[in-house]
């Protein structure tokens, strides 16, 4: 059980690196045109999410990656130090040199009030979230169950629901649902751009990526990296789509917005309980509209200005293929971080002189009665 919580938080704090590095790669892109990359911008959050695994998977393999590549932070360390070029005592080297694995081993031991806290904290949180999707899971079955299937395709169906105000997207274990509110199809130029919106989700993977995130948040639930990264993703998703789907349609720009806004009057006459059907939906889960998840003037502002830059953006031709490229860069800078700054399974030269001198201190403050011995 220990190996278990040690894992989870070292991906916890691969995730607050991860989050560092994307954080700054991304105000280096706002300074260019590909500010309205949207996709690009989006795969980068993905990465840094994703790049919380490589500690685990990279393990099997970290020891043979270390010295192809013949780099490690800690024998660097060492070996300046050795060489005088460092002013502090062996113990203290070898403290900080292990100060991650330490910080692990403490936290995760329960052995203080903080450890024990956040241990709870984690456990209680970890829960009440997983028994929040599950709640969640049963109420987009039970809308889709109880709703009318109008369409079917090879991989998705459509259905017709009384339920909701929000047009959803959500998969099975085999097929796609997108569930369209029964308001939304009486008028046939929303229902065509509803469903385009909903099929461009589908198409570019978000249902799955999201459901993804909704699986793991449990096991970072006190990391606020996390949901930073989340909600980019979200919000990014939702923008990629947008200009995808314009870009590639004849769908009219002011139509949709204001559909949008339509969309986002009937969700809030729903939460306020003066229109029918179950809070706002979003892809796939109900209910992220509960706690600081809740949509505001401010995101659909974003969005509509999102979708006008369009125009501009249009003028920026870049390769589908550059989309991918800071997230790439962003993962093999993690994995790098992972091999250098593990440490070593085995003994060299330079840290066995190191435990050696570490031991020579430990005598000599013995024998002078606890007093620091001088570097």
Request: charged share 20%; with cysteine; proline share 3%.
């Amino acid at each position: 059980m220990n190996e278990v919580l040690q894992t989870i938080a070292l991906a916890n704090l691969a995730l607050l690196a991860a989050f560092a590095a994307a954080w700054v790669i991304e105000s280096s892109l706002k300074l260019t045109p590909l500010r309205t990359a949207y996709t690009l911008r989006l795969y980068l959050a993905i990465a840094a999410l994703a790049s919380t695994a490589l500690p685990l998977v990279l393990s099997p393999i970290k020891t043979a990656l270390t010295t192809a590549i013949d780099l490690n932070v800690t024998d660097i360390v060492v070996s300046q130090y050795l060489k005088g070029n460092l002013s502090i005592s062996a113990t203290h080297l070898t403290d900080a040199i292990d100060a991650k694995n330490s910080f692990i081993q403490d936290l995760t031991g329960a052995g203080t009030t903080v450890s024990v806290l956040l241990l709870s904290a984690f456990a209680v949180g970890a829960v009440l979230r997983a028994a929040y999707i599950a709640l969640n899971w049963v109420r987009v079955r039970r809308i889709i169950t109880t709703g009318s299937r109008i369409r079917r395709t090879r991989r998705v169906d459509v259905v017709l629901s009384n339920r909701i105000q929000v047009p959803f997207s959500t998969r099975g274990l085999h097929r796609y649902s997108i569930v369209v509110p029964a308001s939304v199809m009486q008028d046939r130029q929303a229902a065509a751009m509803v469903l385009s919106h909903e099929a461009q989700h589908i198409r570019q993977g978000d249902v799955d990526w999201e459901i993804l995130l909704s699986l793991v948040s449990p096991l970072f639930i006190i990391n606020p990296a996390f949901y930073f990264l989340a909600a980019r993703i979200r919000r990014f998703r939702e923008y990629s789509c947008d200009t995808n789907l314009l870009s590639r349609s004849h769908i009219n720009a002011k139509a949709y917005c204001l559909l949008l806004l339509r969309v986002a009057a009937n969700a809030s006459r729903a939460r306020r309980g003066d229109a029918p059907g179950e809070l706002a939906t979003s892809v796939p889960f109900i209910g992220r509209e509960l706690l600081w998840h809740r949509p505001t003037q401010l995101d659909l502002r974003r969005r509509v200005i999102a979708i006008s830059e369009l125009s501009e953006a249009r003028g920026v031709t870049h390769s589908r293929l550059l989309n991918l490229v800071p997230a790439a860069l962003l993962t093999v800078l993690m994995a790098l971080a992972v091999v250098v700054l593990a440490k070593p399974s085995d003994w060299s030269h330079d840290r066995i002189m190191l435990s050696t001198v570490v031991n020579l201190e430990r005598l000599d403050r013995i024998n002078t009665f606890g007093v620091e011995p001088l570097r």
